[in-house]
């Protein structure tokens, strides 16, 4: 499948799914408490570093940009999907919501505290993960943090395997080989957690989440 085919598949199969995607996800926090906690870390991080404004990269329709906004921070959402962006917007008129693309985002070099990443690589094929990287170090200001959610595993034969997904195509990440592409791209790891598969009653997926760091 061209790289044009999985963006335009990813796009629409989450234009037709936005509202089910909003009902199914739109408590989900509340059933994550080590995210909510990884989440109060990254952002007193970013407050503590003065610059409060961070991307929502993947943001879907939004319930999540929210709760970082609750937790003192300025976050905008952008997502691929305009349906998405849409609800995201009549859901939560006093954040921005943006279209856009994770491999070429309409962002200034250097201007953000924080990027936030939720579940948002899985679509992206593994040879573009790289490009994805590079964006989110781009984008963040030195001293802004990275924190970055995924489907894991925790071999490092490889860096991803694809698995089924109601959208579109998707994959689970390499946690090591992940931490080893965000340093590649300026990125230096602070710390990782992960969540044991038998968390995950659908898929029985490792969840992984790293906090990262762009060095003044």
């Keep these: 499948m061209s790289e044009r085919e999985t963006t335009r598949r990813t796009r629409e199969g989450y234009d037709a799914f936005a509202e089910e995607y909003y009902e199914l996800f739109k408590d989900s926090l509340r ?83 924080g990027v936030y990443s939720r579940s948002s690589i899985i679509h992206t094929p593994p040879e573009r993960i790289g490009e994805v990287f590079a964006e989110f170090s781009r984008v963040l200001a030195p001293g802004g943090h990275l924190l970055l959610g995924f489907q894991a595993h925790e071999d490092t034969s490889q860096l991803a395997w694809p698995f089924d ?20 791209n300026g990125l230096e790891e602070i710390s990782r957690s992960i969540e044991a598969p038998w968390k995950d009653p659908v898929r029985g997926f490792h969840y992984a989440c790293i906090l990262a760091l762009k060095p003044r």
């Design 31 to 113: 059933e994550h408490p080590l995210d909510r906690a990884v989440m109060g870390v990254f952002a007193e991080m970013v407050r503590d570093g003065g610059n409060l404004e961070i991307a929502d990269l993947g943001c879907g329709p939004g319930h999540v940009t929210a709760y970082l906004r609750e937790l003192g921070l300025a976050p905008f959402g952008i997502d691929l999907a305009p349906e998405m962006v849409a609800l995201a917007g009549r859901t939560h008129p006093e954040i921005e919501y943006r279209q856009g693309d994770m491999t070429a985002l309409d962002l200034p070099d250097g201007g953000l505290g």
């Design 165 to 184: 997904h109601k959208v579109a195509p998707a994959y689970r990440w390499s946690v090591g080989r992940v931490a080893d592409l965000l340093r590649q």
